[in-house]
């Protein structure tokens, strides 16, 4: 398998859902911030299929993949030509763009404008939307939905989109529509005026739920501390009923005022149990020796395993004889230091292998970088 796929075998099921790494890190660097495109395989790149999850890095680094994969792979060919390897390999190339004079400009520019229908953002920190923000001018219709919890949505309209920052390019309050702000009902509530299961449709073959969590502590007016809201998305595939479960920027619950952790896990719990969770997605800004005094809302290593230990005492799974064997964990968001020697991933996986060792869960950690693509 080349060195920029990984796939899945757990639990003897076909892989649903194909994901592409657009950025991994959680700066300083501006060029690999938290962003995610996902799809259902099912769905083989038709028109709204893609979902981003973060846009902190987007076009551009859909360019850059695009531009490394096609320098070594075999130009397209046949009736239906198409990229022949990496990330984005089998994805059709529109008639527009055609096998003889197509550029990853070209391809990049049509996944953006025809492809990707909706931005699921965790929270409005500028790392998770900076990508977002600069592609909007370029967005067509119909209207890209903005999908989050009301205060993301809020923290766009009012200090992003306000015109001031940008304009607004929304459909509300006399903007031109280019996007359309879906704000989300927290948790697995059911409204039965829209005939919902306690889910939203968000692309192609995919709805989500969504749960918030805690960023840490933020001083407001008086000096008084507010607990910042981040969002952890449940990601349904139609087709097979199994879910991704991809955090945004999140403190433990051992240090944080609001432990709102474990009713994530509770919910990832029974879908374990019930054989339909594919991966879990979550941030790791720090290697271990970062101390909890500095965490400034994020994870070290020690604390995913400590976050881990809790969804895998709420597993039952009797014909398996480790809490979460073979359950893809993807590390994301980590902080480059920029001060030479081992890469922050490169530490990263050292920690982890090492606490795996003790803690023995079973999982699959797997650190992420931009181009890898996963298949679920």
Known sequence: MAASEWKSDAWDRLPAFHVIVLGSGGGPKEDNLPAFLVRSISTNWAPGSILSLDAGSHLAAICHILSADLQTSTPPSGPTPSVATG???????????????YTADEIARHIVQNL????????????????????????????KQIVGLPSTIDGLRKHIYNNVIMPNLSNENGGPGL?????LTEGSVIIP???????????????????????????????????????????????SNTELL???DIEPDSISRLKRNRRVWEEAAARISAGQLAGIFIECSYDDTRPDSLLFGHLAPRHVVEELKVLASLVRRQARGRPLEGL???????KDTLE???QIGE???????????????????????RGLALSL
């Open 87 to 101: 990330a984005f390999a089998g994805l059709p190339l529109p008639e527009h763009i055609g096998a003889e004079a």
């Open 116 to 143: 990707v229908s909706s931005y699921l953002i965790t929270h409005p920190h500028l790392d998770h939307i900076h990508g977002l923000i600069l592609n909007t001018p370029i967005f067509t219709s119909p209207p």
């Open 179 to 183: 996007l359309t702000y879906t704000r």
């Open 193 to 239: 005026e829209a005939e919902n299961d306690g889910y939203t449709d968000v692309a192609q073959g995919l709805s989500t739920q969504c749960w918030s969590i805690s960023h840490g502590s933020c001083a407001s007016k008086g000096g008084v501390s507010r607990v910042y809201d981040s969002s952890a998305f449940f990601i349904r595939d139609a087709l």
């Open 246 to 248: 991809i955090f945004g």
């Open 328 to 334: 893809p964990v993807v590390i994301m968001h980590m």
């Open 340 to 342: 030479g020697g081992a």
């Open 347 to 369: 530490r990263v996986a050292r920690d982890f292998r090492t606490l795996e060792k003790r803690a023995m869960l079973g999982c699959c950690f797997i650190v992420s970088r």
